[in-house]
C-alpha cells in the first residue's frame, strides 16, 4: 500500500527543530507582553467575503493564492486565512473590543496561501502579528518599528534593513494611480505580462516587480510623494522624527507598496540579504480605512506580521556551532522495585524546573548509558537495587570528566543543583 506524506508546501515540524521553535516562540510571546500587547485567537476558517473585500479582488492573495471552497451543507463560502490582519479587525467589530477605548493585541499561528513552494515560502506558513487598533498618529507607527528593532537585538540577528515609504491618504493614491496608469499605457509594448496584467487590476502593484527591464520602465514613472497633501507628510515627518530619535535606521523605497489594498500612510518591510528572494521577514503599516470597510465605525489602526519560518532561519544560520542541550537529566533504572523508586525522584526535579527524562522500555545498563548519552543530558541518575537498598541516587556527569557521585535520596535537589553549576 502506498505512504501517505504531506501535503507540498505543508510541512510537518520534527521534534529536534521544533525546540528551535519552542524557544523562538517564548522569547517572542514574552517581548509582545513587555510592549503591552494582549493575546487574541481566531479561528483558521473566515468567510470568503472577509477576504476579499479587505485585501482587494484584485490582489494576487485573492485572485490566486486563497484556499476556498463553497461549504454546500451550510451554502457559505469558506477561506483557510491567508493572513491575520482582516481577522484581527473582525473579530474586534464583532466583539465590540474598543468600547472601553484603544487595544494593543497579538496572534500567532499558521496561515495558508496557494504558492509555489520554495524555501522560505510555504502553503501553510506561520506569522506572528501585533495590531495597535484605535491609534490615529504617527507614534504608534513607530513603537511598531522600534519594537521590531528590540527583537531583532534579542534573537541576536544582525543585517537586518528597515524599508519604509508613504503611500498616502486614499484620495491621493487614487490620483496617483490615475497617472500612473497612464504612464504605463504609454510603456505598454516594454512591460512583461505580469505588469500588463496588474496595469489593469492593480497598478501600484507594478511597482515592485522584481523583472529588471519593467523596473527600468518604472525607473521613469511618477513618484507617489509629488502626490501627498500636508497631512500625510506631516504624518510621516513625525514618524522619521521618531525613528532618528530612538536610533532606527531605515532607507526610504519609493516603490514600496505592499500586497495588500487596505494600507495607508505608512508601509514598512524589514529585509535581510541571507534568505535568496524570500528576503521579507516582517511588514506592515497603517490601515485606517480596514473598519469601516468591514462594517464597523471608521477607526485608525497599525500593525504588522512576521514570517516565523524566515526568522527561525536567521536564528539558526546566527546560533550555528552553538550547542543546544536539550535535557538536564537522564534516569537509568534496573532491578527490582527500582522504578518504582526511581519515578518520584524524576518528579521531585521536574517540579524545580529541570528537563527529565525517565528511561522507559527496558534494556541492561550499558544500553540506557548510551540512550542517556545520546539525549544530550548533562547528567544520568543511576537507580539500581544497591541505590534502593540503601536510600541513595548515583549522581553521573555526562559532559565532563568528573568523578561521579553517590548522594542520600533526600539531598538529591540540592547536590543535583550543586552538579548543575559546576557542569
Known amino acids: 500500500m502506498a505512504k501517505i506524506q504531506a501535503v507540498r508546501g505543508m510541512n510537518d515540524i520534527l521534534p529536534g527543530e521544533a525546540q528551535a521553535w519552542l524557544a523562538f516562540e517564548a522569547k517572542v510571546e514574552a517581548w ?8 487574541i485567537r481566531m479561528p483558521l476558517v473566515e468567510h470568503t467575503q472577509l477576504f476579499r473585500r479587505a485585501i482587494g479582488e484584485a490582489t494576487d492573495i485573492v485572485e490566486k493564492e486563497m484556499y476556498a471552497w463553497r461549504d454546500e451543507l451550510n451554502g457559505e463560502d469558506l477561506t483557510l486565512r491567508p493572513e ?3 481577522s ?3 473579530a474586534a467589530i464583532e466583539h465590540s473590543l474598543l468600547h472601553d477605548g484603544p487595544k494593543r493585541l ?6 495558508f496561501r496557494h504558492e509555489r513552494p520554495q524555501k522560505g515560502r510555504y502553503r501553510q506558513f506561520h506569522q506572528y502579528g501585533a495590531e495597535a487598533l484605535g491609534y490615529p498618529g504617527p507614534d504608534v507607527d513607530a513603537e511598531l518599528i522600534v519594537m521590531c528593532a528590540a527583537l531583532w537585538r534579542e534573537l541576536g540577528l544582525e543585517g537586518l534593513r528597515l524599508e519604509l515609504n508613504n503611500i498616502g491618504a486614499p484620495q491621493e493614491r487614487a490620483r496617483y494611480r490615475a497617472d500612473l496608469v497612464r504612464f504605463l499605457e504609454k510603456n505598454r509594448e516594454r512591460l512583461d505580462d505580469d505588469a500588463r496584467r496588474r496595469m489593469q487590476t492593480n497598478p501600484l502593484r507594478t511597482l515592485d516587480s522584481k523583472n529588471p527591464s519593467v523596473q527600468e520602465v518604472l525607473s521613469g514613472a511618477p513618484t507617489m510623494a509629488a502626490y501627498l497633501g500636508d497631512e500625510s507628510l506631516g504624518h510621516f515627518e513625525g514618524l522619521k522624527r521618531l525613528l532618528d530619535a530612538a536610533g532606527v535606521g531605515y532607507t526610504l523605497n519609493a516603490r514600496l507598496v505592499r500586497g495588500l489594498d487596505y494600507y495607508n500612510l505608512t508601509v514598512f518591510e524589514w529585509v535581510s540579504d541571507r534568505l535568496g528572494a524570500q528576503g521579507t521577514v516582517c511588514g506592515g503599516g497603517r490601515y485606517d480605512g480596514l473598519f469601516e470597510l468591514l462594517g464597523g465605525r471608521p477607526t485608525p489602526a497599525a500593525g504588522f506580521a512576521m514570517g516565523n519560518e524566515r526568522l527561525l532561519a536567521l536564528v539558526a544560520a546566527a546560533s550555528e556551532g552553538e550547542a543546544v542541550q536539550a535535557l538536564d ?5 534496573q532491578g527490582s522495585g527500582t522504578l518504582e523508586y526511581a519515578l518520584p525522584l524524576a518528579e521531585a526535579l521536574r517540579s524545580r524546573g529541570y528537563r527529565v527524562v525517565l528511561h522507559a522500555g527496558g534494556g541492561n545498563f550499558k544500553a540506557q548509558m548510551k540512550k542517556a548519552d545520546a539525549s544530550g543530558a548533562a547528567l544520568a541518575l543511576i537507580v539500581g537495587e544497591d541505590e534502593v537498598r540503601g536510600g541513595e541516587v548515583t549522581l553521573k556527569p555526562l559532559r565532563e570528566a568528573r568523578e561521579q557521585l553517590r548522594v542520600r535520596k533526600q539531598a538529591l535537589v540540592p547536590e543535583f543543583e550543586q552538579a548543575m553549576k559546576k557542569g
Open 32 to 39: 509582545l507582553a513587555r510592549y503591552g500587547y494582549q493575546n
Open 84 to 86: 491575520g490582519t482582516a
Open 88 to 90: 484581527c479587525v473582525r
Open 106 to 111: 497579538w496572534y500567532g499561528g499558521p496561515m
Open 329 to 333: 537529566a537522564y534516569v537509568i533504572h
